[in-house]
């Protein structure tokens, strides 16, 4: 009998335990959150400013508002608006970080790091750089947020409306180059469109989390051709022909020569053709567009070469003839002096519904 | 009945709890170039140490560590096995705090860490009173639950993977070896040792073959590279040396559009903290078996409790993430003890009681 009450009162006390494993703990309603979607960092002398974009979604509609507020640091501002909004600010949803280019040109190591500390912010976020002031993009962004204010998530996300000319980088992404001995890289520009929400211009050349140059949309495709994004959809005017590119590989090979660095590469291509001028051959397609991608990709090359930015990540080819203390000298010693050799192989795979006239 | 498949599934989960979290950020730190060195050198270790281990205990089948060295004298056997139960207690300890801080770190950040620990040490508690057969049967339904997902974030972690990072694969430091005697190589071994020492205590309550467990001890070594070589390949050497949780890190980064995958890291978190769950109650079920054998006056149920309650009150006590770097070091003396001198005597005592056997008729 004394045993029956005992276990009676065990099993009492064990569901009574029972709330405590759920593991929830201060839990805060979905209501009960904003959760921003986009994130804007701009540097006033000193003093950083933080811009969040919060979607207030109802059955009737969609729109957004914008937060603002200036501190010391980015997490003093967040605890600032935190403290004065009427919902708790969760940035677990935080989808794109938007820095104007005078905080990226001063550096972002401190605001990358810590975006990556900190727990709730995904290091999968993407990161833009507005090419003006970051007020009126978000001004832009509020007028326009007619789908909740995912406008500048859905540009850059693959399976809504990205482009193989629009350059995607993570926030880790940016972090590992800060550290790395071998890799730059590039964050997408973007502005408020004159008829679009927003524009992207091209992308910004960021080294050890600094900016230092910039490049156009043309050359943002070479980048991601070479980052492995896949260019498939771009359109390529040339002067006798407009092609569309269906797919493509990239094989490089690289070697060391008395230590001179030199890369082999070569693209092959598979294009169809959209639009013709003239009466051009297939042999003059392919030549001219080997020609304008082998210049346009010289070009930039030459020019990442003059900063002693490796965006391509080259170096990365070359880390099995290098030791790694060698390697610690690849931006300054061995890049800007490397040769390279960039040949594009071109398949015509149809003509459109039209036939070449040969 | 052989119970070989319960015991294999039991060592694999044990072993793939432990490896994910501690382990990548002990063996990055350690050398900078040529990881798979170290990591093939503590498998080997781990391998051979496995051999030497249940050789020693299939020369005395069907007894187990404590019943081999109770036979060669009770004074013997209660010296030997202490310095065990105090490295097993210590175990617990140490992975209850560490588990609990990384649920913390990586996805239950408003949660009290106390109340963290209770859930895991309630848990494996309640399972290590259901004795050791229902550990095994638990084991096997974790593995089936879990098993598919955890395989499936390993597959996706390759998603940013730059095979290039991979080079150089040696350096002339690396080459030397210098690193063995690297303070986090030392402790990268707890991911190898704690996992293993349960294969003595379960006979004769679930007997296993002892060829079939060493072969699947190969089976993990492909788990051992990727939890290093996923980080070091998504962010390099320079970056990955500047995270405490790597591995984590690295999943992270996976990005499905799917929006049921948003973050893979939460199934793989999930499913390895029930494996940790599982080697805690395992370790509790050993411990309670060596203080059983050594202080007969102990009843079961009671003491269990009572390892529980200062597991937990000693668990509070530890204030902060560097203690418990530290405390993983101090136990490096106790852990080459369980990993070399208990296998070793397992061994030698085996080794006699089959001569002893041989002599006698």
Redo the contacts between chains.
Sequence with gaps: MRKCVLRMALFASIVAWTPVLSGCWDIKDINHRSLPIVMGVKQVDRAYKVLLLIPEVSPSEAKAKIVSGSGNTINEILDEINKNMEYKVDLLHLKVIVFERSIAEKGLDQSVESFMRSKDIPNKTFTAISEGALEPLFEKLEASSGSGGTEVYDFFEKNAGWSPEVVQTRIWEVFRSMDSYTRDVVIPIIKPGRTTTIESPGGAVIKNGKMVGDINSEESLLYNLFKGSGTQGKIEVMDHATVKIVSDRLNTTSEMHAGQAVLNSRLHLKVTVVETVGTPTEAQIKKEIDKQLSMRFNGMLRSAQAKEADILGLGQLFRDEMSRADLQHWRSKYYPFMKINFKVHVVIQDEGLLKIDV | MDKSRQVIVMYLITHLGLIFFLYPVDIISAL??GHWSAVLLGFMLHIALVAVYTKGLSYGAPQNVVDLFQGVGKAFAFVALLPLAVYFIVVIIITTRAYAEIAT??F?????IS??M??FL??STAISLTGIEAIFRTGMLIAILFFPFLLLVIVLSFQNA?W??M???M?RKTASLSFVYHPSFLKSLFAFVGGFLFLGFIPPDVPYRRGKIVKVSFALLPFFLISVYVPLM???E??SS?FPFPFI?AV????I?WLMFD?VTMFFMISLLCFVILFLSLVMWNTMLLLKRGFPAFRTKSAVLVLAGLVFVVCLLVPSWNTLEKMLWWNTLLRFYAALVIPLLTLAIGMRQRRKGAVRP
């Design positions: 900078s170039v770190v990586i239950l950040s408003d949660t009290p109340t963290i209770l859930l309630a848990v730059d290039h990072y080079l150089p694969l350096d998504t962010f390099g320079n970056t500047r890190m992270d980064t996976v990005d559009s973050r």
